[in-house]
């Protein structure tokens, strides 16, 4: 899951939801982390 962002961005929502905002916080840096991947990068060229 932690290579999916959109999941990681859903589980977060989740989290922030239920009141873990600190494990939710860190979701989103794992969704960030995973966009930043060469698998999602795109040339603008």
Request: net charge negative; glycine share 2%; hydrophobic share 40%.
């Amino acid at each position: 899951m932690l290579e999916q962002p959109y999941l990681c961005v859903l589980h977060a929502w989740a989290l922030q939801l239920s009141g873990q905002l600190e494990t939710a916080e860190s979701r989103l840096v794992h969704a960030e982390n995973a966009m930043a991947s060469p698998k999602y990068q795109h040339d603008e060229d």
